[in-house]
């Protein structure tokens, strides 16, 4: 879109930078990966959202004047308890918006009160382990039978669910997949392009090559398959796009929630990296090496995918303490008059106000 064009639809300044930092300056300029700029691009596109109905204006009366510390904090607060994101994703949206500000103010230094506002918000330290959201196996069925196959869509949404669980991809691996990037044979495989341009192939089973074959058919008939035409796309005016990460979002919160009504083991918030830690624990628990499950996933390092190993450990901890009774000598009484601390210096020294 040009800047006349942008003029004539009313966009302001703030969309025009937008505009201008995502299709110019990070593609051209600092020559990101695909993968990276939409990440970017779903940052400001979540961050836009949020501030139109934190500050309740039209979209198009969003100014950068709006973007404030408590805003900004508020909207990443919102990543965490409403889109279930981890402390290091919550960090990486933070990164994103302050690299926009900067580029907006080293353009115009009207825009530097907004880079110096946005240095109030800090970075999030993560626990020390980081808490892993699963689903078991009766919750992922509970999701995926909701997709109705009668119904227009019912089997592109079945196959793709189906596909995202067992390839554990990320969805933005999931929407990028094409029909030249799948296998089948012997050995089927999918190859997915992941983070910093990392290509994979995992293997799916058969139970989703049948699937897909059948999907194949009804949606890409006399498609070739070496195509780069997108495998799950939406179609509008009669052309094809593929399926935005959001609308995948989307569908995964609506059929978690129709799956709740029959299933009280699928949790309030159903999103794609749910189903990704999912697939990860279940191998993982039926007794995948970690590393194989590392290189599955596609982590650059094994620590990444040690929070599998201690989650699970967590979960068999509190089966254990459930299926300990209280007469077991695990829970034979303490005297709790010595472990009382009434003195004032010593407590101190216990909590380290004191050497």
């Known amino acids: 879109m040009t800047k006349t064009m942008m003029t004539k639809y009313g966009l302001g300044t703030f969309f025009s930078a ?4 995502i299709e110019v ?7 990101l990966s695909r993968h990276t700029i939409d990440s970017y691009r779903e940052t400001l596109n979540q961050l836009v959202d949020f501030v139109e109905d934190f500050n309740k204006v039209p979209l198009l009366d969003v100014t950068f004047e709006m973007l404030t510390a408590e805003t900004v904090t508020a909207f990443l607060d919102s990543l965490e308890s409403e889109r279930g994101n981890a402390v290091s994703s919550r960090n990486t949206r933070l990164a994103a918006i302050k690299a926009f500000a900067k580029y907006a103010a080293d353009r115009n230094i009207a825009y530097a009160a907004i880079r110096e506002e946005l240095k109030k918000v800090t970075t999030k330290k993560p626990n020390k382990v980081e808490t892993v959201e699963y689903m078991s196996m009766d919750a992922i069925t509970a999701i995926v039978e909701q997709t109705d196959l009668s119904a227009p869509l019912g089997l592109r949404d079945r196959t793709m669910l189906i596909l995202l669980y067992d ?9 990028g997949v094409n029909l030249k990037d799948l296998r089948f044979g012997k050995q089927p495989t999918v190859t997915v392009l992941g983070k910093r341009n990392k290509v994979r192939k995992i293997p799916i089973m058969e139970r989703t090559v049948q699937y897909l074959k059948k999907y194949l058919l009804e949606y890409h008939t006399g498609v070739p398959s070496v195509s780069d035409a997108p495998l799950f796309y939406s179609e509008t ?11 995948v979002r989307y569908l995964l919160k609506d059929y978690g929630d129709r799956a709740r009504l029959h ?12 189903i990704r830690h999912s697939r990860a624990m279940h191998l993982y628990q039926n007794g995948m090496d970690l590393t194989l499950v590392s ?6 390092q094994l620590e990444t995918t040690k929070i599998y190993a ?3 450990t967590e979960h068999k901890r509190t089966a254990i303490a459930k299926a300990t ?17 009434s003195d004032d210096e010593t407590l101190k020294r216990l909590v380290g106000l004191r050497k």
């Not at 299933?263 to 749910?274: D, G, S, T």
């Not at 290189?295 to 650059?300: F, M, P, S, T």
């Not at 077991?328 to 303490?334: E, H």
Request: charged share 25%.
């Open 263 to 274: 299933c009280p083991e699928v949790p309030k918030n159903v999103y794609p990296h749910m």
């Open 310 to 312: 201690h989650a699970d």
């Open 237 to 247: 005016h009669g052309e094809r796009y593929a399926l935005s990460d959001r609308r």
């Open 325 to 341: 009774p209280d007469s077991s000598p695990l829970f034979s009484k303490l005297n709790p008059e010595r472990f009382t601390v």
């Open 167 to 175: 390839t554990g991809a990320r969805v933005q691996e999931l929407v």
């Open 25 to 31: 300056y990070l593609p051209e300029q600092r020559n």
């Open 295 to 300: 290189e599955w996933l596609g982590h650059a």
């Open 18 to 21: 937008i505009h201008d930092y």
